[in-house]
């Protein structure tokens, strides 16, 4: 019986370790462990087209900057639920040496 004793604490433990483990595991999340279900719950959604390029960064100040392939600049202040939101400033590239854009 005195040997039997340390291996019935060894095996309680590892099974107390895996079954906390299992629940670590899906503490953070939601039930089915589908991290998209998350963000099909927030309160709003603003979309920002593909074609405006990628994400720069962003401040109080300027707002959130996109860049796009052509070296555009577009800034956004503004957020609006389920709508894009409209353009605050574009900072077009231009052909070297000129100074109109529309060029």
Known sequence: ?????????????????????KINSTAGGPPNGNKS???????????????????????????????????TLRFITNLPCGAVPVIALEVRRTASGSGNPME
Do not use: T
């Open 1 to 21: 019986m005195k040997q039997l004793w340390p291996k019935l604490v060894v095996v309680a433990l590892a099974l107390l370790g895996v079954g906390s483990a």
């Open 37 to 71: 279900q998350l963000d099909s719950d927030a309160q709003c959604v603003s979309a920002v087209p593909r074609s405006w390029g990628l994400y720069r960064g962003g401040s109080s100040q300027s707002g959130l900057a996109f860049e796009a392939s052509d070296g």
